[in-house]
């Protein structure tokens, strides 16, 4: 035996799914960081690991980390 439900369960649940996917894209879409705060999250990259590994490694690392 197959339930119909009323079209306004499918119309309510539709709502709700939007209304959460434009919620989802705004929590997203964030503020781009400053040149400042990347290059100072770069070098803090690089003082905070510079003992574990080599300064090239660390660079592309950050860079990527930073940049992206």
């Given at each position: 035996m197959v339930r119909h439900f009323p079209e306004s369960i499918?119309?309510?649940?539709?709502?709700?799914s939007i209304v959460g996917v434009l919620m989802t894209l705004i929590g997203c879409a964030g503020d781009e960081p400053s040149d400042a705060e990347r290059k100072r999250?770069?070098?803090q990259y690089i003082?905070?690991?510079s003992a574990e590994y080599p300064?090239?490694?660390l660079k592309k690392t950050a860079a990527l980390k930073c940049y992206s």
């Open positions: 499918y119309s309510h649940a539709c709502a709700v999250c770069f070098d003082r905070e690991h300064v090239e490694t």
